[in-house]
């Protein structure tokens, strides 16, 4: 049996956000508070992460999570990597280091950005920075008990990872899917995909193009993530077809094996 929890599930300034507040978002309805974009997938034996976002900590903590078997990114904007350093609690928890899976411009970018994650604690030492095995990402690997597909998409001014993990996807921060990515969804059960706004967009989905991705690919559940403030839940819910829903902080959705 396969699990995804939603961590996560604003744009990048989340919501409420600085500039804009709730925007169009009830702040009466809890469901309209979302934290920057990340998710877990679980097993019975494995527990993989899916970006560090800004929030990381609280997410972890609000999860109960202190042991990861991996962590995958989708690319390095910040509200997908900053809270990186947040790993270095889990690893402290853990005692040891774990993989962080990434393309190679990634995983470059981490190495250039966050220099200081990179190379072993020296032995005797305390745990003072996060332990992080790089590895470059694969087309089709395994993580303990979870087979991982990865797979190509556009994001407008950059290419980003989408992530298949048996009858789940995860795609975010997209804007087109090449015909390679669609073949890699196909026969998908879940589908948890962004769809930052209901206006057109240049570097992200929005609802109309994200209906139509769904409609051909055909997942029993699809859930909306990376939402801006324009995207009230309620508001949302009741123009969705059957099988769509929006995504909420904290959701657990459950799969098939």
């Given at each position: 049996?396969?699990?995804?929890?939603?961590?996560?599930?604003?744009?990048?300034g989340?919501?409420?956000?600085?500039?804009?507040?709730?925007?169009?978002?009830?702040?009466?309805?809890?469901?309209?508070?979302?934290?920057?974009?990340?998710?877990?997938?679980?097993?019975?034996?494995?527990?993989?992460?899916?970006?560090?976002?800004?929030?990381?900590?609280?997410?972890?903590l609000?999860?109960?999570?202190?042991?990861?078997?991996?962590?995958?990114?989708?690319?390095?904007?910040?509200?997908?990597?900053?809270?990186?350093?947040?790993?270095?609690?889990?690893?402290?928890?853990?005692?040891?280091?774990?993989?962080?899976?990434?393309?190679?411009?990634?995983?470059?970018?981490?190495?250039?950005?966050?220099?200081?994650?990179?190379?072993?604690?020296?032995?005797?030492?305390?745990?003072?920075?996060?332990?992080?095995?790089?590895?470059?990402?694969?087309?089709?690997?395994?993580?303990?008990?979870?087979?991982?597909?990865?797979?190509?998409?556009?994001?407008?001014?950059?290419?980003?990872?989408?992530?298949?993990?048996?009858?789940?996807?995860?795609?975010?921060?997209?804007?087109?899917?090449?015909?390679?990515?669609?073949?890699?969804?196909?026969g998908?059960?879940?589908?948890?995909?962004?769809?930052?706004?209901?206006?057109?967009?240049?570097?992200?989905?929005?609802?109309?193009?994200?209906?139509?991705?769904?409609?051909?690919?055909?997942?029993?559940?699809?859930?909306?993530?990376?939402?801006?403030?324009?995207?009230?839940?309620?508001?949302?819910?009741?123009?969705?077809?059957?099988?769509?829903?929006p995504?909420?902080?904290?959701?657990r959705?459950?799969?098939?094996?």
């Amino acid at each position: 049996m396969i699990s995804a929890t939603i961590l996560g599930c604003g744009s990048a300034g989340g919501v409420p956000s600085i500039s804009r507040g709730w925007g169009l978002c009830d702040p009466a309805n809890p469901k309209n508070r979302r934290l920057r974009p990340s998710i877990l997938v679980e097993s019975e034996t494995t527990t993989l992460l899916v970006d560090t976002s800004p929030d990381c900590r609280e997410q972890l903590l609000g999860a109960g999570i202190a042991r990861l078997d991996g962590v995958l990114y989708t690319h390095d904007h910040a509200d997908h990597l900053h809270g990186i350093d947040d790993l270095r609690e889990v690893n402290r928890a853990m005692g040891k280091p774990f993989p962080v899976f990434g393309s190679p411009d990634v995983l470059a970018s981490i190495r250039t950005r966050f220099a200081y994650v990179v190379g072993a604690v020296e032995e005797g030492q305390t745990i003072y920075k996060p332990m992080l095995d790089f590895t470059e990402l694969q087309p089709s690997f395994t993580v303990g008990d979870i087979e991982v597909v990865s797979f190509d998409q556009d994001h407008g001014y950059c290419r980003t990872t989408g992530y298949r993990f048996g009858p789940l996807a995860y795609s975010t921060d997209v804007v087109d899917l090449p015909e390679e990515s669609f073949a890699a969804l196909a026969g998908i059960d879940t589908w948890i995909v962004g769809c930052l706004t209901l206006a057109p967009h240049p570097t992200h989905a929005h609802l109309d193009k994200v209906l139509e991705w769904i409609k051909r690919i055909k997942p029993r559940q699809a859930w909306l993530t990376h939402m801006t403030p324009s995207l009230d839940y309620q508001a949302l819910k009741a123009r969705l077809p059957a099988g769509v829903a929006p995504a909420h902080d904290g959701l657990r959705i459950s799969l098939p094996g």
